[in-house]
């Protein structure tokens, strides 16, 4: 199978490192926006087409399917192009800027009828898969409250910072992948939310912090928390409260099993969001997949090849598109919001 890879940032190099340890899959080409920075891509990642335009692309090699990791402001222009040209799509989380956009690309990859599938990773790495194993399994009872928390001290790349170009901060920059987790936990949408999301310390038009209350038709409160104000580097954690148990998740620098103390400068990559250099540092080993990434392409790729629909598609990114439109309203109102189903 033959796979064009659409960005060339932080996330694409990720994708990259996946798609190189996947047997039977090749990524013939690569896009960015940027000539010598693709091009150097290109050449680290042994991707034989380096293109700056879809036209360009689509000159190329033949491929399949593409995996967009563009900015979020090219996330609908590119899914549009892909699915006119029948190409199977895996786009990385949020599936569009608003709920509108993101309806516009469920329905044209309805019209194509190719494999389509939401880049949520974290329902995919493996702590998270067995946690969701767990809840379904009943073991905790019925879930009573789920409060997860994202945070680092902010993205990798200068157009996360500016709302014209990524819809948002912190909440549509990571709140949407506790959104789909809690949505895939419960099995169920939220019917309202009531959100917070200011702007505390960066120069930015976007919202570095965010707080949102999810209510769930069984009952069930969901708090979202995502962060850019968390110093030394990436946290996430997940505590979910039932009926007849408890789960507790804690996934940041601190509860690694492997910690280095450096005292001179370090070049090597450590892991993501690292904020400095020496002293104390946290490799994530595998970090790929412990993030679950690389089971999630591997499933795109199977969803291809079987015609199998993928766990979570298109239409669950408009859900979760829907729910931040939502908690952004109830931001900018200071008031509950409804969020239809």
């Known amino acids: 199978m033959r796979v064009a890879l659409l960005g060339t940032g932080f996330i694409a190099e990720f994708r990259a490192r996946v798609y190189a340890r996947l047997q039977g899959v090749e990524v013939v080409a690569v896009l960015g926006r940027d000539g010598v920075k693709t091009k150097d891509f290109a050449a680290r990642a ?3 087409h380096a293109a700056t335009s879809w036209d360009q692309l689509m000159g190329g090699p033949a491929f399949e399917a593409v995996d967009l990791c563009l900015p979020n402001h090219r996330h609908l222009e590119y899914a549009l192009l892909a699915a006119e040209a029948g190409k199977h799509i895996l786009c990385e989380k949020p599936l569009g800027m608003t709920e509108a956009e993101s309806l516009q690309m469920l329905a044209a990859v309805e019209r194509a009828g190719v494999i389509h599938a939401y880049g949520e990773n974290m329902i995919y790495a493996p702590d998270f898969r067995e946690i969701i194993d767990i809840v379904a399994a009943g073991t905790i009872g019925k879930p009573l409250w789920i409060r997860g928390r994202e945070a680092h001290f902010g993205p990798h790349s200068p157009w996360f ?11 549509i920059d990571m709140g949407c992948h506790l959104i789909a987790v809690f949505n895939l936990l419960l099995g169920e949408v939220p019917t309202s939310v009531f959100c917070h999301a200011p702007t505390l310390h960066h120069d930015t038009d ?65 892991s993501e969001k690292v904020e400095h250099d020496r002293g104390w540092l946290f490799p994530t080993v595998d970090e790929y997949w412990r993030y679950g990434y690389y089971d999630q392409i591997r499933s795109f790729v199977e969803c291809i090849e079987s015609g199998r629909r993928p766990r979570l598609t298109f239409a669950d990114g408009v859900v979760v598109n829907r729910v931040m439109d939502a908690a952004y309203a109830s931001a900018a109102s200071g008031t509950w919001q409804p969020i239809r189903s």
């Open 46 to 48: 042994g991707i034989g």
């Open 161 to 171: 910072w500016k709302k014209a170009e990524s819809g948002g901060g912190s909440l």
């Open 206 to 270: 976007c919202d570095d912090v965010s707080v949102a209350l999810l209510k769930y038709p069984g009952g069930t409160l969901g708090q979202c928390e995502a962060s850019w104000l968390q110093r030394g580097g990436m946290q996430v954690t997940l505590e979910i409260s039932g009926s007849e148990g408890m789960v507790s998740y804690d996934r940041s620098g601190l509860s690694q099993p492997i910690k280095v103390f450096a005292r001179n400068q370090v070049q090597r990559y450590f």
